[in-house]
């Protein structure tokens, strides 16, 4: 079974690089162009379903994908951005200013620090792993199966299938549309197979 693990498209809070976590933020028109050029590519691929984060940006660009399909889109909360608490709608900029501590101690140990006023990383890669689970059980072996969701579950998945620790998620990034897949069988359990990020080597302030 193959799962496409997509990142949604592109939102002004991106763009002004404001932490947007669980906000609903709607894409903005480079990010709905994104999706589109997403669709395009995958159009030709056989995809037997189309799961996203509950969230606007998510679903947009879900939708996108799933349309030249004629697949409805399922949607999961589990595969919801990191609740950034205080943080959410600031700059990183601000983030650094009036969060200094904090951002130290991300810097060293982030998977289990509680974000003031939202959650920890471990508890998004708990939720993020239980939905994937799911997929699983609910699809034939030969399935391909997109997944639209944000960038920490993402990255949470991926270092649970590349066996990463969890603290050092940095190793992955992906931009707005950004695509990996993975692959699960029950002989080889899952893979890292491949990823069209062309912002891999960068990194994101939480």
């Not at 404001?18 to 997403?38: S, V």
């Not at 509950?54 to 879900?62: D, G, I, K």
């Not at 939708?63 to 950034?84: C, K, M, Q, W, Y």
């Not at 959410?88 to 289990?112: M, V």
Request: glycine share 6%; with cysteine.
């Amino acid at each position: 079974m193959q799962l496409l693990l997509l990142r949604h498209g592109e939102t002004h809070w991106n763009r002004e690089r404001r932490c947007q976590g669980i906000t609903d933020i709607h894409l903005n028109e480079t990010g709905r162009q994104q999706a589109k050029q997403m669709a395009v590519t995958l159009r030709i691929e056989k995809i037997d379903a189309v799961y996203s984060s509950h969230l606007q940006r998510a679903v947009q660009t879900a939708r996108a994908i799933s349309e030249p399909h004629g697949l409805e889109v399922t949607t999961n909360r589990d595969f919801r951005e990191l609740n950034h608490g205080e943080l959410e709608g600031f700059t990183f900029a601000e983030i650094r200013a009036s969060y200094g501590a904090f951002i130290e101690d991300w810097q060293k140990r982030p998977a289990e620090l509680l974000i003031p006023g939202g959650e920890r990383l471990t508890d998004v890669d708990k939720r993020a792993w239980r939905g994937l689970e799911q997929i699983v059980r609910s699809h034939r072996p030969d399935d391909q199966v997109v997944v639209v969701s944000h960038h920490f579950p993402l990255v949470s998945i991926l270092c649970r299938v590349t066996g990463t620790p969890l603290n050092q998620y940095r190793s992955f990034h992906l931009a707005p549309c950004g695509l990996v897949r993975i692959s699960h069988d029950n002989a080889q359990g899952w893979r890292f197979l491949e990823s069209n990020d062309p912002a891999k080597n960068k990194t994101e302030t939480p």
